[in-house]
């Protein structure tokens, strides 16, 4: 049988790792990328393997668009990364959110259905964020099973796109999973994220804003161990489950901003404290015990290695920072 899958949004930050990732370790698999190429779609970050993939821009909420490929290229895997992912623009732009994000993968999901057939057998990723529980206080830990709890108009329409993968999981039996990361740092992020952004300031000798007390928790994961988590989800991932992938690895906002001066040698005085983001969720922490139980998957990039590599990175590629 052929292996032909679609990834969708690899034009943008985790995507491109990904599809890099997948053709290096999966050469006998066709792969078509869906992307809409938004502001956080850049083409150079999937310039390494532009021949070894196919390109399609084009939107995911584009039913025809989506049905035409499936047919075209006998899509028989999706991997759905495409979305609006950044929180401030949610907050200030949140429509877009619900459109791309909630009504694009129900697209997919749709398109596939109705390509496949009920009960295929065929694995459909929907990729999505530790967001969707919500904030946690100083103690325990986002399992599977956490209450469903989002506080911004990117979380509310992260879990309720993965509420629709699981209804196709139990209405029409489709083979689904729905992945839960925590914060991604690596290459090829856009510079409106915290790391490079920090990153681009501190460069130019600029003030460092960061939210509130800066003492906001993020469990932070080298992109590339999420590439693999989730390659095994898509080869191993039992039908109908939830993942949650993370790395138990808590920082401040403050102390990754001290830590990006420090590799800088920049003084700690860019730092510039402003009021805090609305709906600021406090503290993010998975507990990847399923994922390792079960898939046999655990981190293996080290924080203090993984930032290092990712600063030294954005020194190499400062096109990235513009
Ligand atoms: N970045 C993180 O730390 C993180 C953590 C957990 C989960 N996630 C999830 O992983 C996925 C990828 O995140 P990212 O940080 O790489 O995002 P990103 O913003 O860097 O990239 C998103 C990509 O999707 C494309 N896109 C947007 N709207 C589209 C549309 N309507 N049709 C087709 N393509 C469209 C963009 O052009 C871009 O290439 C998202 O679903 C996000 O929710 C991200």
Redo the contacts with the bound molecule.
Sequence with gaps: MSNNVLV????????ANFAEYFVAKHPDYKVVV?????Y???LENLKNIKDKIEFVQ????DFDLVTDLFKKYDINGVI???????VDNSIKTPFIFTQ??VM?THVLLEAARRAWGEGSTNKFVH????EVYGSLGEEGYFTETSPIKPSSPYSAS?ASSDLVAFAYKETYKMNVNVT??????GPY??NE?LIPHMIKLALKDQKLPVYGTGKNIRDWLYVEDHCEAIDLVFHKGVAGERYNIGGHNEKRNIDIVKLILKRLEKPESLIEYVEDRKGHDYRYAIDPTKIRNELGWSPKTKFEDGIVKTIDWYLAHPEYLQ
């Design positions: 969708t949004g690899a034009a943008g930050f985790i995507g869906l992307d809409k190429l938004t956080a779609g850049n084009g939107d995911i909420c759905h990364f495409a979305a609006e992912s950044h791309t994000n694009g990729i999505s964020t530790d992260k839960n990361c925590s914060n991604n740092y992020q856009h994220k």
